[in-house]
């Protein structure tokens, strides 16, 4: 019953017929049976109605990022010293946008929301709007149908961009001197980095998988899709992969099935223009937490912040020239591709935004749960952003479902998964 509607929804009077207007004093018939339903009816009535809307909702997603298929070339352009400003991206050819082949899941979804009274309608409402514009913007990118401004729009609407404050403290985070590191172990194959990933998955989401994807990011992962990918070219050095078994599946795994246990709610969209900063910032929280944070990767975090700004007043190489001092030619090529990706015109100002969202996003909810701590568990229990929480986080019943938190025990369990993983390939 995707279109269920609650008879009581003030937009709706049906199921009543009146004679003239009630008399001054007096309450209408409606008014009359909602008093005598109570709270609990309705509530009932709505989260049944949520659960619906959550399977019509699973087939709604963001259009994927802009991919250049010479990223990679111009990566090695810039930092083998090459200017990069004159060249432009290629793109592999496209299928049409999602919503606009076969079934439209979208209309779909705006469809069953108008028949909805669900507390988070208008907020559900913004969200497929942000879908629409994402694979709207992919289609243009691909056709060459944007501009630098459009683009840089679109990319601000939905991420937004470092405020003077994070801006500053990334440039202090940058310029502080490097903790030294740690004695290098023994590097760990991305094979059984691989296999460390499967075999925690077992434990802690049995019925999620992992598979090898080369490509920029060691590790990632797919809510959707249930599937963490795992870059098994490359060797890992101890420390990097604890860290990243506690950002990726104590972090983001671990809230996906949180969020899951609230279908009621559609807990599982990211609902809010904060949805990202928050779901990276919760997952850097949870480093810190347990010790695992690296001070190397939170300096890649504060270029990435400095190189957003910078792209939105300059062209690839005055990124490029800006990071250099920063964090050297290899990281800041690969950082200046990555704020660069979908940008029409790479000599132009223009910005793929994204990237400051992991500092920006640590500092927001760090700041947030410090200030009022009973946050943390309603952050991890949706895949909501800050400001959506903080406004509907009363709908979740924690009462019902307490949220698994990345824990000292979650750490244990990485330390023997992967003493057992390294045990098996001895």
């Known amino acids: 019953m995707l279109n269920q509607r609650n008879p009581f929804a003030a937009t709706d009077h049906s199921l009543f017929s009146t004679t003239g207007s009630p008399a001054s004093g007096t309450i209408s018939t409606r ?6 339903a109570g709270s609990s009816f309705r509530d009932t009535w709505w989260r049944r109605g949520g659960e619906n809307l959550a399977e019509v909702f699973r087939s709604v997603s963001m259009a994927p990022f802009p991919r250049p298929a010479n990223l ?4 090695r352009r810039l930092a083998t010293g090459h200017p990069a400003n004159d060249t432009a991206w290629r793109y592999p050819a496209a299928a049409s946008p ?4 076969g079934e439209d899941p979208v209309a779909q979804a705006a469809a069953a929301l108008r028949g909805t009274d669900h507390p988070l309608a208008s907020t559900l409402g913004c969200y497929l709007q942000s879908v ?3 694979h709207d913007m992919l289609g243009a990118v691909h056709a060459g149908a944007t501009s630098n401004a459009d683009f840089t729009r679109w990319s601000l609407g939905r991420w937004g961009s470092p405020s003077d404050n994070e801006l500053a403290f990334a440039y202090d985070t940058v310029a502080a001197p490097e903790a030294p590191e740690a004695p290098a172990d023994h590097p760990l194959a991305g094979a059984t980095v691989l296999a460390a990933v499967r ?3 077992l434990v802690v989401a049995p019925d999620w998988t992992a598979t090898n994807r080369p490509g920029p990011a060691s590790m990632s992962v797919s809510p959707k899709n249930r599937v963490v990918f795992v870059d098994a070219t490359r060797n890992y050095p101890r420390s990097d ?3 990243l078994l506690v950002h990726e599946i104590g972090g983001h795994v671990t809230r996906t099935l ?3 246990h609230h279908h009621d709610v559609l807990a599982t969209i990211p609902l809010g223009p904060d949805a990202t900063a928050t779901e990276e910032g919760l997952a850097l929280s949870g480093e810190s937490l347990l010790g695992v944070a690296s001070g190397g990767q939170r300096r890649i975090y504060a270029a990435r912040t400095i190189a957003v700004a910078v792209a939105q007043h300059g062209g690839i190489d005055e990124v490029f020239a800006a990071l250099v001092p920063l964090v050297g030619e290899l990281e800041a090529a690969t950082i200046a591709v990555r704020v660069k990706r979908g940008v029409p015109n790479l000599s132009q100002p223009g910005a793929f935004t994204k990237d400051h969202v992991y500092l920006s996003g640590f500092r927001r909810v760090r700041a947030a749960v410090d200030a009022r701590p009973e946050l943390h568990p309603l952050l991890a229990s949706s895949k909501w952003g800050l400001e959506a929480t903080q406004k509907s986080g009363h709908l979740l019943r924690l009462d019902r479902h307490q949220p698994r938190l990345p824990d000292s025990a979650f750490l244990a369990l990485v330390d023997d998964t992967l003493a057992r993983v390294r045990r098996a390939v001895s």
Do not use: K
Request: glycine residues 4%.
């Open 72 to 75: 990679d070339e111009v990566r």
């Open 31 to 36: 008014d009359a049976l909602l008093a005598a």
């Open 199 to 201: 075999r925690l998955l």
């Open 258 to 260: 949180n969020a899951g």
């Open 98 to 101: 999602a919503h606009r082949t």
């Open 132 to 134: 629409r514009n994402s």
């Open 241 to 243: 992969v604890r860290r």
